[in-house]
């Protein structure tokens, strides 16, 4: 009598855990497919082709882009766009003013500023003497326009070399397609947006959902694996305790 309750009971765990094994490889393929079709919506891929960006993303990197309309564009975004000017291909650049803003390079102690503030630029790649920029400029942005270096200031080929076209080298909001959030591959984690232009009317934007994504992708992974080791797991440990109870032989009698 006690074996027949002994064996209801566990047959009870044993049907509640391949249920909850099987919610769980349900909620893990939502999750891992789910993350996948939301980064497919959201985010862009793009290969960098250029060192106009180095250090913040070297040439051959893989970028995760989100997708924005210009408007949503704030001074430090690192963008992907595309203009005719400027040979009418994608390119990868950083926003450092925007409508109305005077863009100046240097002040006394070698920095960009933008309406006579000075800006620490810690992403900046190493130019001789320190500099912001290796040429000195100076521009007004026209309304609805974008004034874009390259981190790499030695030579990136980005707004100080198109100061003669009109706009005074500055591109269209509209000519942004998107707004580089991390560097998928190799793996070099998130884009950060500056503190510096925090300050500055406007402020930065906010980070986009890729921790949510790969967060939910990985959670998702997870869950599917957990879910699917749990019943060769129980059939393992199952017979393991039956072996445990038998002394892990036949009585000799039983044969």
């Not at 882009?65 to 963008?79: M, N, T, W």
């Not at 009418?88 to 950083?94: E, G």
């Not at 269209?172 to 500056?194: E, F, H, I, L």
């Amino acid at each position: 009598m006690t074996g027949s309750v002994a064996g209801r009971t566990n047959g009870g765990h044993g049907r509640l855990g391949r249920v909850l094994s099987g919610l769980a490889v349900a909620v893990g393929c939502v999750l891992f497919l789910g993350g996948f079709a939301w980064g497919a919506v959201e985010y862009l891929p793009y290969t960098v082709p250029t060192d106009s960006m180095d250090p913040t993303v070297k040439a051959g990197d893989r970028v995760l882009a989100q997708r924005i309309s210009g408007d949503q564009v704030r001074r430090g975004d690192v963008v992907v766009f595309k203009d005719a000017e400027w040979g009418d291909m994608p390119m990868v650049k950083r926003v450092v003013g925007v409508g109305g803003d005077k863009v100046a390079c240097c002040d006394a102690e070698g920095r960009l500023t933008v309406d006579g503030k000075a800006v620490e630029e810690p992403y900046v790649g190493r130019t001789p003497g320190g500099l912001a920029s290796t040429t000195r400029f100076g521009a007004t942005v026209p309304k609805g326009q974008l004034f874009l270096l390259g981190d790499e200031r030695g030579g990136s080929l980005d707004s100080r070399v198109h100061l003669q076209d009109q706009g005074q080298g500055s591109v269209p909001r509209s000519s942004v397609t998107a707004r580089v959030d991390a560097v998928a591959w190799p793996p070099s984690g998130m884009v950060g947006r500056p503190a510096a232009f925090a300050a500055l009317p406007g402020g930065v934007s906010e980070p986009g959902p890729v921790r949510l994504l790969v967060g939910a992708v990985v959670l998702g992974a997870l869950l599917i694996l957990g879910g699917a080791a749990y019943e060769p797991v129980a059939r393992r440990l199952g017979g393991a305790r039956r072996t445990g109870r038998t002394g892990g032989e036949v009585p000799t009698g039983a044969r």
